[in-house]
């Protein structure tokens, strides 16, 4: 049973624009949300994280936003750049380790 | 990468075969953890570790085994690989089970 359902699947967007990744959880118990950003051959590294006592955070292009009535958080992306292009994926706290969605691949086009 | 080393960083491998992955720390953090990464299905938890020692199972740990013998070594065995565990698999550090978990830059294993 997914536990953090990450939607789209794949994204294009032009430069500049605004890339969005929604991500919706089902436990409540989760405390913890933070996002990663892999590129190919790469490990997934930490870009921004939120907990449920604020519904945003903002650093630099990158904005968390959170709802917790709904069970919903997502990722947007503002000026995207070609250097954005990579997969993001979003991630739950559940006790003691992270659940992951499955991931977004974001292709910025210039 | 956070003082995370896995190795080796590739490898192919006989279906039947014994594999051991190792992920080494330098960051003497408390938990460690081994996911793997397909295509469409994100990083699934294999196995994690609390403590020298302490371990526990994950989401997808059958045919998996992991010893943490030491605070910096976590490893992960595949008792006798098959097909369905080629996969790129990676290792997380976590200072606490409330934090932030960073990765090394993982393993791709296959298994023919």
Known sequence: QQQVKQSPQSLIVQKGGISIINCAY??????????????????????????????????????????????????HI????????????????GGTALIFGKGTTLSVSS | DAGITQ??????????TPVTLRCHQTENHRYM??????????????????????????????????SRSKTEDFLLTLESATSSQTSVYFCAIS???????FFGQGTRLTVV
Request: with cysteine.
């Open chain 1, 78 to 93: 503002m000026d995207s750049q070609p250097g954005d292009s990579a997969t993001y994926f979003c991630a739950a706290l």
């Open chain 2, 33 to 66: 953890y081994w996911y793997r990464q397909d295509p469409g299905h994100g990083l699934r938890l294999i196995h994690y570790s609390y403590g020298v020692k302490d371990t526990d199972k994950g989401e997808v740990s059958d045919g998996y085994s992991v």
């Open chain 1, 26 to 75: 089902e436990n409540t118990a989760f405390d913890y949300f933070p996002w990663y950003q892999q590129f190919p051959g790469k490990g997934p590294a930490l870009l921004i994280a939120i907990r449920p006592d604020v519904s945003e955070k903002k650093e630099g292009r990158f904005t968390i936003s959170f709802n917790k009535s709904a069970k919903q958080f997502s990722l």
């Open chain 2, 7 to 16: 190795s080796p960083r590739h490898k192919v491998t006989e279906t039947g």
């Open chain 2, 95 to 101: 200072e606490s089970a409330v934090t932030e978990a």
